[in-house]
T-cell receptor, first 116, second 114 residues
Framework: EADIYQTPRYLVIGTGKKITLECSQT?????MYWYQQDPGMELHLIHY???????EKGDLSSESTVSRIRTEHFPLTLESARPSHTSQYLC???????????????FGPGTRLTVL | KNQVEQSPQSLIILEGKNCTLQ??????????LRWYKQDTGRGPVSLTI?????NTKSNGRYTATLDADTKQSSLHITASQLSDSASYIC?????????????FGRGTQLTVWP
């Protein structure tokens, strides 16, 4: 099993609250990713990072922000949560390199966020 | 537009039976194709990976095939078990970017009944 962790696993909060979803990996991977997944739908990339101090927005527009101050840590923050943010958030990491195997992304267990 | 389409959307089979899941993609330029298994409430876990030159790959009771000409892949599960109940996601990677962008299908939800 991959060594990538997400906390909390489940979060129910009220509208307007600030939240941070934590993601940590112990594999020393340079690349890290955040995905959003709704039931029965595909994963959508919302943020990614090539390494420390590197962050980029993904394909799906998101009001969340991310930071990458340490290699192993890639937290996602919502300044003011809304019901439309209710979803599952998955964090992943991968090695750098040109070989196909290096593209494998290892996923954390996810955070199920519900905003009331 | 790069897309990954999976069928069927859902499938129910009896324990011990075999099944085959389908994946069609339009991702180009193609790098590799993976099948992931996602248990309810968990993150996806890679089952198999195939590059352009490979047309079959096995992992225990899971056998994946790839036809790069027709851009189709299948995942065959033999002698299904209750623990096979999960969503199976086809993921295609392109080689047109340094990120190695992944394109995800919506998954096939497999339920195995005793």
């Amino acid at each position: 099993e991959a060594d990538i962790y997400q906390t909390p696993r489940y979060l129910v909060i009220g509208t307007g609250k600030k939240i941070t979803l934590e993601c940590s990996q112990t594999m020393g991977h340079d690349k890290m990713y955040w995905y959003q997944q709704d039931p029965g739908m595909e994963l959508h990339l919302i943020h990614y990072s090539y390494g420390v101090n590197s962050t980029e927005k993904g394909d799906l527009s998101s009001e969340s922000t991310v930071s990458r101050i340490r290699t192993e840590h890639f937290p996602l923050t919502l300044e003011s949560a809304r019901p439309s943010h209710t979803s599952q958030y998955l964090c992943a990491s991968s090695e750098s390199g040109t070989s196909a195997v290096y593209n494998e992304q290892f996923f954390g267990p996810g955070t199920r966020l519900t905003v009331l | 537009k790069n897309q990954v389409e999976q069928s069927p959307q859902s499938l129910i089979i009896l324990e011990g039976k075999n099944c085959t899941l389908q994946c069609n993609y339009t991702v180009s330029p193609f790098s590799n194709l993976r099948w992931y298994k996602q248990d309810t409430g968990r993150g996806p876990v890679s089952l198999t990976i195939m590059t352009f030159s490979e047309n079959t790959k096995s992992n225990g009771r899971y056998t994946a095939t790839l036809d790069a000409d027709t851009k189709q892949s299948s995942l065959h599960i033999t002698a299904s078990q209750l623990s096979d109940s999960a969503s199976y996601i086809c993921v295609v990677s392109d080689r047109g970017s340094t990120l190695g962008r992944l394109y995800f299908g919506r998954g096939t939800q497999l339920t195995v009944w005793p």
